[in-house]
């Protein structure tokens, strides 16, 4: 999805260098410069790995019942359940 989206921006960047004469077209294509730089610098930073709905709300259910039954979750397992749950809260709100 967001590799989509790059190429998106790359193709309205292309679209309005052809009318680069206009102020507007000149204005646009800079805005849509910033947003490909901003993207990558986000895709640089991390990993994104697409589950759907149920498999995110699956993991989360199985890291959850594993962090019932030991003593002490590994840290990294930690910031994944936190991850996938702060996701899915923040989809519910949007929706």
Known sequence: MLS????W??????????????AYAFGQANMAQRAIAELDKTLAEALYVPLTDADARGALLALEQIA????????????????????????SLKE
């Open 68 to 91: 019932q039954t030991q003593t002490a979750l590994d840290p990294a397992l930690e910031r994944l359940r936190d991850a996938i749950r702060h996701t899915l809260d923040e989809r």
């Open 9 to 22: 921006l790359e193709s309205e960047l292309a679209l309005l260098g052809n009318a680069s004469h206009h």
């Open 4 to 7: 989509d989206y790059r190429a």
